[in-house]
């Protein structure tokens, strides 16, 4: 595997997308139901600021439009997966938000209620990009705000689309996110992929520790 100095993540998912349509991609999901479920359970108002960290062409967006929610913003590196999310959306797409950037280097002055991460989190295997996800999440995440985080679980692939990523246990997961935050509930979830084949992932709802405001 290339080092994490050489390795241009940007390009890598830009040729992704760009050499594969939507339904081709293993983490393709007709209808995202465990992210669905979770953000619906975390009863926020239909106003409230939600942001789809690597949402990509995902259609989650889509059904988060239908069940009325109305500040959405979704965050992906790759320029081609924004681009396809908009074209398939057609005139709702200027109902969204949207942000070409790396996650690592994403800096806003805005905040958000919920912040949603389905599989983008494991793929960051360095020290520096952990503690630069987890600066701009506790940052951007209001003082009462909830985050949706996903990761492959250690009964999962070791690999996604020819990178190395990090497994998690629910335990792991919650110890890399305290204290700044605090897991109030985790689960494990199979994907099944356009291949037949089972992806174990474990998620864990989060909320600012009240140790930290």
């Known amino acids: 595997m290339e080092s994490t100095l050489d390795f241009d993540r940007e390009?890598?998912?830009?040729?992704?997308y760009n050499s594969k349509s939507f339904n081709e991609v293993s983490w393709y999901q007709k209808v995202p139901?465990?992210?669905?479920?979770?953000i619906i359970d975390a009863k926020l108002p239909k106003s409230a600021k939600i942001i789809?960290?690597?949402g990509g062409?995902?259609?989650?967006?889509?059904?988060l439009l239908r069940l009325g929610y109305q500040n959405i913003t979704v965050l992906d590196i790759s320029h081609k997966a924004?681009?396809?999310?908009k074209e398939r959306l057609g005139i709702l797409a200027s109902k969204i938000t949207w942000i070409v950037e790396d996650i690592t280097n994403f800096k806003t002055s805005q905040q958000y209620d919920l912040w949603h991460d389905r599989a983008v989190f494991h793929f960051l295997t360095s020290e520096h990009d952990v503690q630069a996800y987890?600066?701009?999440l506790n940052h951007t995440l209001t003082e009462d705000g909830k985050a949706i985080i996903g990761t492959f679980s250690e009964s999962g692939p070791t690999k996604c689309s020819g990178i190395e990523i990090k497994q998690y246990s629910d335990t792991s997961l919650k110890n890399t996110f305290s204290p700044d935050l605090l897991a109030?509930?985790?689960a494990f979830?199979?994907?099944?992929?356009?291949?037949n084949t089972k992806q174990n992932f474990v998620f864990c709802n989060f909320k600012k520790s009240t140790n930290n405001l």
């Open 189 to 195: 979830f199979d994907h099944n992929t356009p291949f």
């Open 11 to 16: 390009k890598h998912w830009e040729n992704i």
């Open 134 to 136: 987890k600066s701009t």
């Open 82 to 85: 924004i681009d396809r999310a």
């Open 57 to 63: 062409d995902s259609l989650l967006v889509d059904h």
């Open 33 to 38: 139901d465990t992210s669905l479920k979770f």
């Open 52 to 54: 789809d960290v690597g």
């Open 184 to 186: 109030t509930s985790c």
